[in-house]
């Protein structure tokens, strides 16, 4: 007899496999460059776009979403994050470009996540004619609680990446603001140092004539 324990496990398993089809995936965009990824989406197929700026400048670039006759479906500039859903019109390959060209000396790290389609039910639930069981209603939720788990993992860990990059800015530029003050302390204490000497060191003029 499975344990229920066994079965959660075969949940877990089986919420990672069937998955959307789609692309998740974060990379560096180089300064004053454009990348663009391409994927062949079928007529009548929900699409949806999220993309997030982790690091780099302002936070922000240009994002265009192109049908394949080149037909502008979505289109942002200097953004730092957004999520777009749409259905496809036509059969082909779409491009989802990111343009940093108005950077010239900043690059840029991206999150992507482009989910083509609707999410795949688990396996024996997605036609079902009767009434599900107890047991199936409870692996249904523990999938969706695992997706909505997976999602919150991925959006925590982009705010940690940027927020610890953040932190590493702040703490180059209070480490550079330290050392010229310490070295603006230390040349004023200097030069105080030298005035001084020389005027203790300079002979006065009855001594000057005793010679």
């Known amino acids: 007899m499975i344990s229920i324990r066994t079965i959660c496990l075969l949940t877990v398993i089986f919420s990672f496999t069937q998955l959307a089809i789609g692309v998740e995936l974060t990379f560096e965009l180089l300064d004053n460059a454009k990348d663009c990824f391409y994927e062949d989406i079928k007529l009548n197929t929900t699409v949806t776009l999220e993309f997030q700026v982790v690091t780099g400048g302002a936070y922000d670039v240009d994002v265009i979403l192109l049908a394949p006759d080149n037909e502008v479906l979505y289109k942002l500039t200097k953004a730092q994050f957004d999520s777009h859903t749409f259905t496809t019109t036509k059969s082909g390959v779409h491009a989802v470009c990111f343009s940093n060209e108005f950077s010239t000396f900043s690059h840029k790290l991206v ?27 409870s692996a249904l939720e523990i999938h969706k609680s695992i997706n909505s788990i997976a999602d919150y993992q991925t959006h925590h860990r982009l705010r940690e990446a940027q927020s610890r990059k953040r932190a590493e800015e702040l703490n180059e530029r209070v480490f550079v603001w330290s050392l010229l003050e310490t070295i603006a302390i230390l040349s004023v204490t200097l030069g105080q140092v030298l005035i001084v000497k020389n005027l203790f060191s300079d002979k006065r003029p009855s001594q000057l004539n005793k010679l």
């Open 111 to 137: 999150y992507m996540d482009l989910q083509v389609g609707e999410e795949t039910p688990l396996p024996g639930l997605g036609e079902h004619v009767t009434a599900l069981t107890q047991m199936e209603s």
